[in-house]
């Protein structure tokens, strides 16, 4: 009983300021600071009418829905044949390189925007969806190839072999064999590549600076500015924001536990 207990209390501890943040988001702004009910009824979506009048909203929410697709189409192209590579592959500190891909975890995003801000300079990749496109794959790149190398180097080599002898080249036998059986751990870099790219601000604040080319977080923290806080319309924002997450939890969280369990076990 104590256990039920202490998950409740957890999940309301948790759960509460996004349930407060949308119900906020739904208030009239006269109402935003006076009203503290847990329950406003009816709901006023004046703040989300503003923000698309108001906002280049739907424009940003493009640009982060370009960069988390691409983030997601690459980080599982490239993780899925370097993990491959590095399990079927034989050569020296195969296993260092691969732990040492996670380096890149151990500093904070800001100490790696900046010197990708100065390469990306030299590069002309300055206020480009492609550098952001980058900078989003050099953090989700290499917790990808961890992942889905656990479950390559416990996948047992004798399938490939048997459909290769069935008359599949090792190419074909990665597709047709490995990649099907890879599917929890598949989905599980997809979901992790799309939160990194979706919630990354560090990097679209360093590197985008137009307002045409900015993706939604670092939208959304521009309207608060010195004198004017237009909390209604960021409280709004934040709610769609956090509206695709949801989404993709409520239909893939299992695929996302068994691919977080399986990958631990194997690898």
């Not at 109402?31 to 909203?57: C, E, G, I, K």
């Not at 036998?173 to 989905?187: C, D, H, T, Y």
Request: aromatic share 16%.
């Amino acid at each position: 009983m104590g256990l039920y207990a202490a998950v409740i209390a957890i999940c309301v501890y948790s759960f509460f300021p996004i349930y407060w943040m949308m119900i906020s988001s739904v208030r009239p702004m006269e109402r935003l600071f006076l009203d503290s009910s847990l329950v406003f009824w009816p709901p006023d979506f004046a703040s989300y009418t503003s923000l698309f009048q108001q906002t280049n909203y739907l424009v940003n929410f493009m640009n982060s829905v370009l960069m988390a697709v691409g983030t997601i189409v690459v980080s599982l192209v490239l993780s899925a044949f370097i993990a491959y590579g590095a399990t079927r592959l034989r050569f020296r500190g195969k296993t260092t390189l691969v732990a040492s891909m996670l380096f890149a975890y151990m500093f904070p995003p800001l100490m790696l925007a900046i010197p990708m801000a100065a390469a990306f300079r030299w590069a002309g990749l300055t206020d480009s969806l492609w550098g952001l496109l980058i900078a989003h794959l050099a953090i989700s790149l290499p917790l990808a190839v961890w992942l889905l190398w656990g479950f390559f180097k416990a996948m047992p080599f004798d399938l490939e072999e048997a459909a290769m002898v069935d008359g599949c080249s090792q190419f074909e036998a990665f597709v047709k064999v490995v990649l099907p059986l890879s599917a929890p751990g598949l989905i599980t870099v997809g979901i992790f590549s799309f939160l990194l790219s979706w919630a990354d601000y560090v990097f679209a604040l360093i590197l985008i600076m137009s307002d045409q080319q900015k993706t939604l977080p670092v939208a959304l923290a521009s309207l608060l500015g010195a004198h004017d806080l237009r909390w209604g319309e960021v409280l709004a924002g934040a709610s769609l924001i956090a509206l695709p997450l949801f989404v993709i939890f409520i239909f893939c969280y299992r695929y996302f536990v068994a691919g977080l369990s399986a990958g631990a076990l194997k690898g």
